[in-house]
């Protein structure tokens, strides 16, 4: 499997448990596991690159197991306990040198040193987390949030408590007090301002450098919650998906929609754009890995992967080689021949149906008033 693994540029983790590679130059998709051990306890939660050269993966698993995939090699080599079920699912995972920090939904958030089962630091970051985010300039900083549980920007050099804590919105106009729900967060990249979504259709802005702790930009989308966002490279836009499977790119500056991008249908649980290509790739419940253009909001690739996947993980090289893919066929279409064909072989149901059920009807009121006439 070193063969497969080293031509993949997209990576994904499933409800199966299954670590799923794709080819978009080949368009080949590859599942890596260990068939004999598969169950629910090993579904992927979390996934993030080992080393800056990309040639390791860190998967987070359900039971709070972390394996490490060798790109190289094609196989897992390792894996370590990072905690217990009680602990519940791993919100995050991210590599800080020679460690490893996850984050659970519980809102334990650990380092964990090389060679050692104990970990090096451990804080708590409240209850009900949904997501923990790294900086990817300043690898020490990590972002969490979660249900009533509002933006905290965590220095692990200085873990004793938040170098950032978010307040609450403004009571609404009844006087009533506005609930929170963070479910995804980034770093915008050349500052130290966080952008989240919410649980409430909501997209927030922090600038910790600001006195104020409120946010300094907020953008509504849509009416269904909002599950995960990413950041295109230029950092001007957020692309932010729902639980409808509908994908938008706000503007930061102007603070309003861009634009739609279209072709998914199921709930959408991880995005990212690619590092340095007009590009974001989004999957979900519709078993879709799906990549869209954000210069034309083309969709450009979509593959299906039979599992239900949790979250994505891109290299940071081109997503298909130069001259392949485009030059093959151009953008997917949002619906293939398979499909279209069957729709096409289902029965039409007609009108016909309609008068004939009426018409029985009929007939039999008219034969029950026959017999009431009889027995009159």
Known sequence: MADSSRLCSVWLGSETGILKGVSLARKQAFNFCN???????????????????????????VDG????????????TETRSCGERADGCFAGLAALDAALVTCTERGTLRVWREDSSEPATELHAGTHVARMRQSPVHRNKMATGGKENGLKVWDLQRPASPVFTAKNLRDDWLDLRRPQWVKDMAFLPDSDKVVTCTGYHQVHVFDPASPQRRP?????????????????????TVVVGNTQGQLAVLDLRKGAVRGVLKGLSGGVRALQCHASRPAVASCGLDRFL?????????????????SRLNCILLASRDLEPAGEGQGEGGPVKEEDE??????????????????????????????QKKRKKGKD
């Open 35 to 61: 068939e004999k051990h598969l169950s629910r306890d090993q579904e992927v939660r979390a996934l993030c690159w080992g080393d800056a050269h990309e040639s390791e993966l860190l998967v987070g698993s």
């Open 65 to 76: 197991s972390v394996k490490t995939f060798s790109v190289e090699k094609g196989s897992f």
């Open 338 to 367: 398979e499909e279209d064909e069957v729709w096409e072989s289902m029965e039409r149901v007609e009108e016909k149906t309609k008068r004939k059920t009426t018409t029985t009807t009929t007939e039999g009121e008219e034969e």
């Open 216 to 236: 300094v930009l907020e953008v509504e989308f849509g009416e269904f919650p909002l599950t995960a966002l990413a950041l295109p490279a230029s950092g001007s």
């Open 290 to 306: 799906r990549i869209h253009g954000l210069e034309g909001r083309e969709l450009q690739h979509k593959v299906y992967l039979k």
